[in-house]
């Protein structure tokens, strides 16, 4: 991530705003840079990853397949997060993932994360806060979305 | 649709100007461009930022539409009509060197004045950005008199968007940056997917130095308040254009009623500490 050390790159995350420095200590132990071209896939529908990214730059899309077609749902860039589930002990994506512009991001196992959050539970209630943050912008955005704002008036959704 | 395409413009009610439409263009696939040749008195083709006239085709109609023009450019008329409805079609099909009928300009203007030194953000939605391109247009004609220009812009799809070319050209210039967004993509859609409040997660606001103008669905402009909120923009820097009901364009008929307020003559453009009462009120 240029001249940057990863524990900045973790620091100046908006996911991890305000935590602990011995926190970001431990993140850092467990990151790993990752990079990805445009157009390509970081993880499928139903893959089986534990991986759980912060974007530091770049533009990625969540896509569903259906029958003749992929919809576009949510696109992430710069400061988000990208495969909450991980972090839930999931199994399977329920998306797919394509990098829409060249990535880079940092990677976490969650498998390793879940080991360092028993090890000190109130570092893992505070990332698990954040995460929940997370979740709830996402839900209340995907209703806004199912509201259909922009359609004429008088158009009925049901 | 009754044409009215003659040498001599049609008998008028008072106050109202006849006005040879100029062109139509096609921006999607149910939105439009009208632009309606200068009217005979300069002044009545004068505008502030914000502002809507009154259209009325002949044998069809009177409606509200807002003015979506450059306010420094030859005095011709702009409006960007959806077409939804009897008196939107008929606008919309009007062949260049028909008349219709103009009253106006009405209405309150986007703060303009009040923004000078600041950052301006925009905030639209579907075809809420009709209304803001004027003053996006004042802005780059006095761009030394403001600081950063943020456009955020949301769409139900991105065969919905409007100006797209514009829109290219504005994320082009310094201190200006231009998002946008749609609820529904496509994987030929490279732009952002998602309401148009995710969006801030991408800028960077100076509360106490940015004025935000928001026009969009009532629902969308009371999110992306809350949103301003959490980054704490103060209430009394936030403008919003709500478009209600507006029928007479003179607080006469009282349609358009919000609360103490008629919505076409001391709107449509509130400043938020006007509109906080009434914004979520129920049955209003």
Redesign the interface.
């Known amino acids: 991530m240029d001249s940057k050390t990863l524990t900045d790159v973790l620091r100046e995350h908006?996911f991890l705003e305000g935590l602990k420095p011995n926190h970001v200590q431990k993140l850092a132990e467990v990151a790993l840079e990752v990079q990805f071209a445009r157009d390509q896939i970081v993880f499928r529908e139903g893959d089986e990853t534990s991986l759980f990214y912060l974007l530091a730059s770049g533009?990625v899309?969540l896509?569903v397949s259906a029958p003749g077609?992929?919809?576009?749902?949510?696109?992430l860039?710069?400061?988000?997060e990208l495969g909450w589930s991980s972090l839930l002990g999931n199994a399977g994506k329920t998306f797919q993932a394509r990098s829409?512009?060249p990535v880079r991001a940092i990677g976490f196992d969650a498998i390793r994360l879940r080991q360092v959050w028993e090890q000190d539970p109130a570092f893992g209630y505070q990332f698990m806060t954040r995460l929940l943050k997370v979740v709830a912008?996402r839900l209340?955005?995907t209703r806004?979305?199912l509201?259909?704002?922009?359609?004429?008036?008088?158009t009925k959704l049901v | 649709m009754s044409a009215v395409l003659t040498a001599a413009p049609p008998a008028l009610p008072p106050q109202m100007t006849p006005v040879r439409v100029a062109g139509v263009v096609k921006e999607t696939h149910d939105t439009f461009t009208l632009t309606l040749d200068p009217p005979g008195e300069e002044a009545a083709g004068r505008f502030l930022p914000g502002q809507f006239s009154m259209l009325y085709v002949f044998g069809v109609g009177e409606l509200p539409i807002s003015i979506s023009g450059d306010p420094g450019d030859s005095g011709r008329l702009v409006y960007t009509v959806r077409s939804v409805g009897k008196a939107t079609n008929a606008l919309v099909n009007c062949q260049p060197g028909q008349w219709v009928g103009v009253r106006g300009p009405f209405g309150t203007s986007w703060p303009i004045e009040e923004a000078r030194g600041n950052d301006v953000l925009i905030v639209a939605g579907g075809i809420g950005l009709a209304p803001l391109r004027p003053a996006i247009q004042h802005i780059l004609r006095h761009r030394d008199d403001y600081v950063r220009l943020l456009v955020l812009y949301g769409a139900r799809s991105p065969k919905d968007l409007l100006y797209r070319k514009e829109l290219a050209g504005w994320a082009r210039l310094p201190d200006t940056q231009v998002l946008t967004t749609v609820d529904y993509g496509g994987v030929n859609w490279r732009g952002y997917v998602g309401v148009v409040t995710t969006l801030f997660r991408y800028v960077r606001l100076h509360p106490g130095r940015t004025t935000a103008m928001i026009c969009g669905p009532e629902i969308m402009m009371r999110f992306v308040i809350r949103e301003l909120e959490k980054r704490g923009l103060p209430d009394a820097d936030i403008y919003l254009s709500m478009e209600r009901n507006m029928k007479c364009a003179v607080g006469f008929c009282g349609h358009c009623q919000l609360g103490p307020y008629f919505v076409c003559k001391d709107g449509p453009i509130f400043p938020f500490t006007k509109m906080r009462p009434w914004l979520d009120k129920h049955e209003l």
């Open positions: 908006p533009k899309a896509e077609r992929v919809v576009r749902i949510q696109t860039g710069e400061g988000d829409l512009e912008q209340q955005a806004l979305q509201l259909d704002l922009y359609a004429p008036r008088g």
